[in-house]
């Protein structure tokens, strides 16, 4: 059987998941992670920079992420700081921070940059627009209940969920609401919201109740709805089918991702169901122009064809590792992170691990890694110790030594930077 933390549970009280979970025909039993196999990693990280600020729960970063432009990366804390950082290395902690901004309420959302904005969800139903230059506040929009969606951008429109069912459109330039519908959700879900995906017009939405909708994003009407993942099971527990990695829509098709659920691409136009797979994962995937990209609940990989759901491989060297989302690193490798603290480098083409390195007590930081970004050959860890690194990945002085002939071809690229 899988697992799932209880902690990342949502929707009822602690007593009645506890009776939920002894009640379970077949309880979700927590197994021990795979071992790593043996590896002299070609990569090494270079930390260039390190910024520590307040510890949090795990639970309570599903929802953050960086953010960034040409020359500065923004991230938040569920202790309420939000931080914009110079993305080149400086001689100082103090010069390496442009600014902090402490909000009397936990972030649980965000950053999303606007033009010279960024907009941030809290813990206490509101949603924040700041300066970018100084982090002044331009407004703040009062919602119905925590804001756990990462707020999205289209058209001067602000989109986001918050915990009890709502999606606002809110007006980027005032904070005002546009127009907000509800959904029905089930008893028990996980906890996180995933944003909505924005396409010509168009909102995508997955929900907790396995349902994908459709909506006119100027007004909020609905075009199509369409159930996509049935729940199936006798309790609350067994019934789960959140939506809660984002959507994507490309060539025609939209991806939908459930937890107990599918991996399926339906139409876009009318939700009909192109094909689906016997996958079940709540993490954000990826997709190019080769492939789908997925990690499921056990943190099992896969590659999928986009088109006809053809698998293409699939990489089991990492189940029971609680993994995070997966990231493009450069043109032909993914990047994937554990809970254990190790990041992972995986070959797109065929998915053979490639490299590997340590972030946590190797550099004195936590092992629960929260996100993992990539720009170049630089990659952003945040952790639940409060700690946002920035490394520069080079070539291993092992594969330097062992490989000058460079099969993977990083030397080379080292050269020309």
Request: include cysteine; aromatic fraction near 12%.
């Amino acid at each position: 059987m899988n697992y799932i933390n209880t902690y990342r549970l949502k929707g009822v009280g602690a007593l009645l998941i506890m009776v939920l979970l002894a009640s379970c025909s077949s309880p979700k039993i927590v197994r021990e992670p795979t071992p790593l196999i043996e590896m002299s990693s070609p990569y090494q990280a270079q930390k260039d920079w390190q910024i520590q600020l307040d510890a949090f729960k795990y639970s309570d970063g599903e929802g953050l992420y960086f953010a960034s432009d040409a020359d500065f990366v923004y991230f938040a804390t569920p202790a309420g700081v939000l931080t914009k950082a110079i993305k080149a290395t400086q001689d100082r902690w103090t010069d390496q921070v442009v600014w902090q901004k402490k909000i009397h309420q936990p972030i649980v959302s965000g950053p999303t940059l606007y033009q010279d904005h960024v907009i941030i969800g809290t813990a206490k139903a509101t949603l924040l627009s700041l300066a970018q230059e100084d982090a002044r506040i331009a407004w703040q929009a009062e919602l119905s209940s925590e804001v756990l969606s990462r707020p999205v951008i289209a058209n001067g429109q602000v989109f986001v969920r918050t915990v009890d069912g709502k999606l606002y459109s809110i007006n980027a330039a005032s904070g005002k609401v546009n127009w907000t519908i509800e959904h029905q959700l089930p008893n028990l879900s996980l906890r996180g919201v995933a944003p909505v995906t924005y396409d010509e017009g168009v909102l995508y939405v997955g929900w907790e109740t396995g349902q994908v909708e459709a909506l006119d994003a100027a007004t909020g009407t609905r075009k199509w709805q369409s159930q996509v993942i049935i729940p199936k099971g006798r309790t609350d527990l067994e019934r789960m089918v959140d939506i809660q990695a984002a959507l994507i829509v490309k060539a025609g098709r939209l991806f939908v991702l459930g937890y107990q659920g599918k991996l399926a691409a339906i139409n876009p136009e009318n939700g009909n169901l192109y094909w689906s797979k016997d996958v079940s994962g709540f993490r954000d995937f990826l997709i190019d122009d080769s492939a789908l990209y997925v990690v499921d609940e056990d943190g099992i990989l896969y590659a999928f064809d986009y088109v006809n759901g053809t698998q293409l491989w699939k990489q089991d060297n990492f189940k029971y590792r609680k993994a995070i989302d997966l990231v493009f690193y450069q043109n032909n490798q993914i990047v994937l992170a554990d809970g254990q603290g190790y990041i992972h480098w995986i070959d797109k083409l065929d998915g053979t691990p490639v490299a590997r390195i340590k972030h946590g007590s190797h550099y004195g930081t936590s092992d629960e890694i929260i996100r993992v970004w990539a720009s170049g050959n630089r990659i952003y860890v945040e952790d639940t110790d409060g700690f946002n690194n920035a490394y520069t990945i080079k070539p291993s002085n092992w594969y330097q030594f062992n490989h000058p002939e460079d099969p993977l071809g990083i030397l080379k690229k080292k050269d020309s930077e």
